[in-house]
T-cell receptor
Framework: QKEVEQNSGPLSVPEGAIASLNCTYS??????FFWYRQYSGKSPELIMF????GDKEDGRFTAQLNKASQYVSLLIRDSQPSDSATYLC????????????FGTGTQLKVEL | GAVVSQHPSRVICKSGTSVKIECRSL??????MFWYRQFPKQSLMLMAT?????????EQGVEKDKFLINHASLTLSTLTVTSAHPEDSSFYIC???????????????FGPGTRLTVT
């Protein structure tokens, strides 16, 4: 079982719709969860991080964390073509270390 | 704030030569820097973690004698790929973690990456 799992996609949504990206993780002791956006040929850009169960909203983005289910998601409201990218879920383990473990990413395509 | 640069952005080298990649935190001090490698359509794989003034910690399967990491100051880390071979061709990305005293110091800020092609 992979430590951090994501559906590779592509996930296609029409412009203006809500895109829902999901991620599951295996380490129950994980403490911190991050969503990065990566455009083709570029390095990842941090979108959001979440530490506590529940929802965290920032503009059009909402991160949702459910530690009991070991599940973290990212919702993108009013999706725009510029949101088309690969979204990487990253998890920091519970050992207090610095290391992030990345999922393989979900490719999102927002269609006109 | 929190800008990380890498140099060079692209490099092409011949098999058997060595290549040095620099990673700099431009507006903050980075006690910890990370080096990742990403092959096409794959995720980021952590190669090593470096702390300023100490030896890097390499991930399992990463040859420390082949991928030399130096973190000589709080704003600079270098990765040297020694005796490069075509299979080392990849996208190398560094990230930097700010000083623990800084707010949100758990975040990692990524550099723009270096595309290495070994011919």
């Amino acid at each position: 079982q992979k430590e951090v799992e994501q559906n590779s996609g592509p996930l296609s949504v029409p412009e203006g719709a809500i895109a829902s990206l999901n991620c599951t993780y295996s380490d129950r002791g994980s403490q911190s969860f991050f969503w990065y956006r990566q455009y083709s040929g570029k390095s990842p850009e941090l979108i959001m991080f979440i530490y506590s169960n529940g929802d965290k909203e920032d503009g059009r983005f909402t991160a949702q964390l459910n530690k009991a289910s070991q599940y973290v998601s990212l919702l993108i409201r009013d999706s725009q073509p510029s949101d088309s990218a690969t979204y990487l879920c990253a998890v920091r383990g519970g050992g207090g270390g610095n290391k992030l473990t990345f999922g393989t990413g979900t490719q999102l395509k927002v269609e006109l | 704030g929190a800008v990380v640069s890498q140099h060079p952005s692209r490099v092409i080298c011949k098999s058997g030569t060595s290549v040095k990649i620099e990673c700099r935190s431009l507006d903050f001090q980075a006690t910890t820097m990370f080096w990742y490698r990403q092959f096409p359509k794959q995720s980021l794989m952590l190669m090593a973690t470096s702390n300023e003034g100490s030896k890097a910690t390499y991930e399992q399967g990463v040859e420390k004698d082949k991928f030399l990491i130096n973190h000589a100051s709080l704003t600079l880390s270098t990765l040297t790929v020694t005796s490069a071979h075509p299979e080392d061709s990849s996208f190398y990305i560094c990230s930097a973690r700010p000083d623990p005293q800084r707010r949100y110091s758990y975040e990692q800020y990524f550099g723009p990456g270096t595309r290495l092609t070994v011919t």
